[in-house]
């Protein structure tokens, strides 16, 4: 999963995939990205089926996120189950967001 390169989104028009409504709260052009898969823990509630955890790396994360905002994206939703257990990583890549690309659109 690591080596997986992220999709190539600048095959579609994401104008008709931004959410035109507020989904949980005001965010402008939100697109989804996955940053890990699979489940290590063993939660009696969920559906996930526990497996191994595999990650991108912080780099592929930022990378990613980049390329969202290239393409127009202001907001990101990150639909791990998971994203936030791991604080070192979040570290690395909350550690790029203290200085984010600028809203060029201001």
């Not at 600048?10 to 409504?21: A, G, M, N, R, S």
């Not at 949980?24 to 955890?53: D, E, I, Y």
């Not at 990101?76 to 936030?84: P, T, Y």
């Amino acid at each position: 999963y690591c080596e997986i390169k992220f999709p190539d989104r600048t095959l579609i028009d994401y104008q008709f995939y931004y959410p035109k409504e507020s989904v949980f709260f005001k965010a402008p052009n939100r697109l989804h990205m996955l940053t890990s898969m699979g489940c290590p823990q063993h939660c009696t509630f969920c559906n996930n089926v526990p497996s191994a955890m595999e990650r991108k790396s912080a780099e592929k994360v930022i990378d990613e996120m980049q390329h969202l905002y290239s393409i127009g994206s202001r907001s990101i939703h990150i639909m791990d189950d998971n994203f936030n257990v791991n604080e070192k990583y979040l570290h690395e890549i909350y550690g790029w967001q203290l200085n984010p690309l600028p809203d060029k659109s201001e």
